[in-house]
């Protein structure tokens, strides 16, 4: 096991006994009654979010908030120190993989709680209790990475697989992906105390004998032919074919996924195929593996067909810049997504696309800049797949870099600079747009920076700007964290078209100028 993975793991179990949900006995408060610390922690980590309920527990404060058509509730120390953020996630959406976890190992349970999380040391993980439907039951309590893989898991002392729990069990057991012995145990190994029942029903009888032939067959189901997504591909990465070319299997599933397609044209690539037509008249490219398992589908999308919190997003950090192409990416595993190009007006010329990822209610995850997208045109596919997501320029010292990674283990996309006062940016877009990490050359972080809302500008920083810098805009707008001041300051950079000069200012939160 990795430090980080031992370090991720240990802060899982930290939290997941910290909180459970959010409380419901609380102390109410209203907004004055918040510190000032907190309030900037809060407008750091969620700008632009509308607060609905503060609660205090514990030294604890709790802010139930509505950000971009998302509900979450984020803590937050008395000194502004982030604790976590929780959404809850409807059960339908759940990736397969847990649902698979849960249904092999906890038959006939209910999941009580699920909910995604985010904390300082991980960006996204699932907290999930489930128990027996019963009054008076103890939950176990189930954490999963971002790809539905088990962290953790705390079962109660008194916990067991009821025997109707076991048959139950035993019935799916031809489609279960784990041997059957191991559905009752608990996650200290014990074997659940109800699991031996059924077995001295045969024991009379020397016909149990036979019993254990078929128990290799359990676990030969064809799960393993279960759809695995795979990195994306573009057409300019594959070969393309004749229809003679395309073995049957494969055909079969494009045909039962698309019965009247238009116009299809076939391609090869090492792990699979890939077919292009219309639909309905819109481009669809679908993938399948080597056995003709579907495994996504890109469609086209226009403007007028993104999600609320696409829109939202676009809007709050990318004005000034017109859509250029979308697409729907539906997966397998059911982790769809939302792509789109976007590109500003001053870099209409030279065609360089920023592009966006969002998840399929439209929350962002990530993005790309100019400058990291290969050239070839093929529909913008390939700038959505094949991308050098990280720049490291030969004058960035290595003790930045890895100071980075140790503190970012899985931020990809960043960007390494230097500025004018011989600190070191390490750039890149996180669930809340542009972040910037700024370090000393040692590697020690000086402060962080990330993008705020612009419709959003503390009055008493646009007012001064407009009074004393006179012919400039307000082109960027951050919330800084100051790591060894444990303070929050705001950052704007100021850009004047007329003479081409680039500033940036300090203000403290109430909006007095500080550098």
């Known amino acids: 096991m990795s430090s980080f993975t031992r370090i991720f793991t240990l802060s899982l179990i930290a939290l997941a006994m910290f909180w459970a949900t959010p409380s419901l006995f609380g102390q109410k408060l209203k907004q004055e009654d918040i510190p000032d610390d907190v309030i900037q922690t809060l407008d750091f980590e969620q700008s632009g979010a509308k607060v609905t309920q503060w609660l205090l527990e514990d030294g604890v404060y709790q802010a139930t908030f509505k950000n971009s058509g998302v509900v979450g509730?984020?803590?937050?120390?008395?000194?502004?120190?982030?604790?976590?953020?929780?959404?809850?996630?409807?059960?339908?959406?759940?990736?397969?993989?847990?649902?698979?976890?849960?249904?092999?190992?906890?038959?006939?349970?209910?999941?009580?709680?699920?909910?995604?999380?985010?904390?300082?040391s991980v960006s996204m993980y699932y907290h999930i209790e489930v128990r027996p439907d019963q009054v008076g039951a103890e939950n176990s309590i189930l954490t999963f990475d971002d790809m539905g893989r088990l962290l953790t898991r705390t079962d109660p002392e008194n916990f067991s697989i009821s025997e109707e729990a076991q048959n139950y069990a035993a019935l799916r057991s031809g489609k279960s992906e784990e041997p059957a012995p191991e559905k009752g145990k608990s996650?200290?190994?014990?074997?659940?105390?109800?699991?031996?029942?059924p077995k001295p029903a045969p024991a009379p009888k020397p016909a149990p004998k036979p019993a254990p032939a078929p128990k290799p067959a359990a676990p030969k189901?064809?799960?393993?032919?279960?759809?695995?997504?795979?990195?994306?591909?573009s057409v300019a990465d594959a070969d393309k074919l004749a229809p003679s070319e395309i073995p049957g299997t494969v055909n079969k599933a494009f045909t039962k996924k698309v019965p009247r397609p238009d116009s299809p044209v076939w391609y090869k690539y090492n792990n699979g195929y890939l077919v292009v037509c219309k639909v309905n008249e819109v481009r669809n490219e679908l993938h399948f593996n080597n056995q003709g398992v579907w495994q996504f589908t890109y469609t086209d999308i226009t403007d007028e067909q993104l999600p609320q919190g696409v829109i939202k997003h676009l809007t709050n950090y990318y004005k000034g810049y017109k859509f250029v192409y979308g697409l729907k990416e539906l997966r397998a595993d059911k982790q769809d997504k939302i792509m789109v190009d976007i590109i500003e007006k001053q870099n209409s010329k030279t065609k360089e696309v920023t592009?966006?990822?969002?998840?399929?209610?439209?929350?962002?995850?990530?993005?790309?800049?100019?400058?990291?997208?290969?050239?070839?045109?093929?529909?913008?596919?390939?700038?959505?797949?094949s991308q050098n997501l990280t720049q490291v320029d030969a004058s960035i010292p290595t003790t930045v870099v890895n100071a980075f990674k140790a503190k970012y283990p899985k931020v990809t996309g960043v960007e390494?600079?230097?500025?004018?006062?011989?600190?070191?940016?390490?750039?890149?877009?996180?669930?809340?747009?542009?972040?910037?990490?700024?370090?000393?050359?040692?590697?020690?972080?000086?402060?962080?920076?990330?993008?705020?809302?612009?419709g959003n500008i503390n009055p008493n920083i646009a007012g001064f700007v407009k009074k004393n810098c006179k012919g400039f805009k307000i082109t960027e707008y951050y919330s800084v964290r100051?790591?060894?001041?444990?303070?929050?300051?705001?950052?704007?950079?100021?850009?004047?078209?007329?003479?081409?000069?680039?500033?940036?200012?300090?203000?403290?939160?109430?909006?007095k100028l500080v550098e």
């Open 73 to 120: 509730t984020i803590f937050i120390q008395q000194d502004g120190t982030f604790l976590e953020t929780q959404y809850s996630v409807p059960k339908n959406s759940l990736p397969t993989a847990i649902i698979d976890y849960i249904e092999t190992n906890y038959p006939l349970f209910v999941i009580k709680v699920s909910q995604t999380r985010e904390a300082p």
């Open 187 to 197: 996650s200290q190994g014990k074997p659940a105390q109800a699991k031996p029942a």
């Open 221 to 233: 189901p064809e799960r393993p032919a279960k759809p695995q997504p795979q990195l994306e591909v």
């Open 355 to 385: 592009t966006l990822v969002f998840d399929k209610t439209g929350k962002f995850l990530k993005a790309y800049e100019p400058g990291n997208a290969d050239d070839a045109e093929v529909e913008g596919v390939d700038r959505l797949s």
């Open 416 to 454: 390494y600079s230097e500025d004018d006062e011989g600190y070191f940016l390490a750039t890149y877009f996180g669930v809340r747009g542009k972040e910037i990490v700024v370090m000393e050359g040692n590697g020690n972080i000086i402060e962080t920076r990330t993008a705020a809302n612009m």
């Open 482 to 511: 100051r790591i060894i001041e444990k303070k929050n300051y705001y950052r704007v950079v100021i850009f004047s078209k007329k003479s081409g000069e680039t500033s940036a200012l300090t203000f403290t939160t109430s909006g």
